[in-house]
């Protein structure tokens, strides 16, 4: 079992499309992250959760809505995005929110708003 | 905030040539310090990290990267490349209140045969 799953790979949706993107780690990890990662700008970071508890939310449009149910899962809501926000959203967990601890990381969903 | 700037985006080399990818960060309180590696097609993954000790840190597939606190930066290298080592590399550093990483823009390198 690879320690953090994502599903789907890949997503094409509408701009009035509601769409759930979907995380798991299997690591036993206490914190998890969502990440926007586009052509030719940095790692941006979304959502960091720690013990399913939102400790950080980075100025991300509310037509993203995170979801932890507990600290094993991760989701991402969306609704009525826009082509901007085609990108590759990569989920990633560790032992603690602290910046010290490493981060490790699943294939990502690569998104299309068409 | 913290910064993190790689100053190279892209890098293209042959086989056997050395590798040097600039860090710089902004920040200097931390010295929890990581360089990422994303190969096509597969997952970010860690590369190497400094936490303490020796500024002179070695990580997976012979990397290695040094940490010069006066500079703030953190390099990282390699001392003879293969064509396998064509991967995105990131460098991430901790926030100032010691909590998110903040990653760089990341360097592409490609390596010929």
């Known amino acids: 079992e690879t320690g953090v799953t994502q599903t789907p790979r890949h997503l094409v949706m509408g701009m009035t499309n509601k769409k759930s993107l979907k995380c798991e780690q299997h690591l036993g990890h206490n914190a998890m992250y969502w990440y926007k990662q586009s052509a030719k700008k940095p790692l941006e970071l979304m959502f960091v959760?720690?013990?399913?508890?939102?400790?950080e939310n980075n100025s991300v449009p509310s037509r993203f809505s995170p979801e932890c149910p507990n600290s094993s899962h991760l989701f991402l809501h969306l609704h009525t995005l826009q082509p901007e926000d085609s990108a590759l959203y990569l989920c990633?967990?560790?032992?603690?929110?602290?910046?010290?601890?490493?981060?490790?990381f699943g294939p990502g969903t690569r998104l299309t708003v068409t | 905030a913290q910064s993190v700037s790689q100053h190279n985006h892209h890098v293209i080399l042959s086989e056997a040539a050395s590798l040097e990818l600039g860090c710089n960060y902004s920040y200097g309180g931390t010295v929890n310090l990581f360089w990422y590696v994303q190969y096509p097609g597969q997952h970010l993954q860690l590369l190497l990290k400094y936490f303490s000790g020796d500024p002179l840190v070695k990580g997976i597939k012979g990397f290695e990267a040094e940490f010069i606190k006066s500079k703030f930066s953190f390099n990282l290298r390699k001392p003879s490349v293969q064509w396998s080592d064509t991967a995105e590399y990131f460098c991430a550093v901790p926030g100032a209140a010691g909590n998110k990483l903040t990653f760089g823009g990341g360097t592409r390198v490609l390596v010929k045969p």
């Open positions: 959760y720690s013990l399913e508890e939102r400790v």
């Open positions: 990633a967990s560790s032992q603690d929110f602290r910046g010290t601890y490493e981060q490790y």
